[in-house]
């Protein structure tokens, strides 16, 4: 069975950092692209970072120079690396990617999400 295991939340103060993982587990032959959201209480889901497979990065401008999108393809991880966090930051952050399953189908995944609250 195939997922996205998201690890690294937690409670931080504003102006510190948090470092999230995601790992793919299961079968896959091959990851496009993967991606970060986040999702406050009430609102909608909002892309904070992407990564393709070749490594062009895209950010939200709310994020963009605070946080850092990788990935590691042999170990078939995605990191989130959050410097200088702000309360407004705070929400459940979700991994998502793309990837190559059994039948040669290119299948989206959303992880279950991980708790980043950041107090002020």
């Known amino acids: 069975q195939v997922q996205l295991v998201e690890s690294g939340g937690g409670l931080v103060q504003a102006g510190e950092s948090l470092r999230l993982s995601c ?13 970060w959201y986040r999702q406050i209480p009430g609102m909608q889901r909002e892309i904070v970072a992407q990564i393709s497979r070749l490594g062009t990065r895209n950010y939200a401008s709310s994020v ?4 850092t999108i990788s990935r590691d393809n042999a170990k078939k991880m ?8 702000k309360p407004e930051d ?21 992880g279950q999400g991980t708790q980043v ?3 002020s």
Request: proline share 0%; glycine share 12%.
């Open 23 to 35: 790992a793919v587990s299961g079968i896959v032959f091959g990851i496009e692209g993967m991606n």
């Open 64 to 67: 963009q120079g605070r946080f």
């Open 117 to 119: 609250t950041v107090s």
């Open 78 to 85: 995605v990191y989130l690396q959050m410097n200088g966090l």
């Open 90 to 110: 705070t929400a459940v952050y979700y991994c998502n990617a793309d990837l190559w399953v059994e039948g040669s189908r290119l299948v989206n995944y959303w």
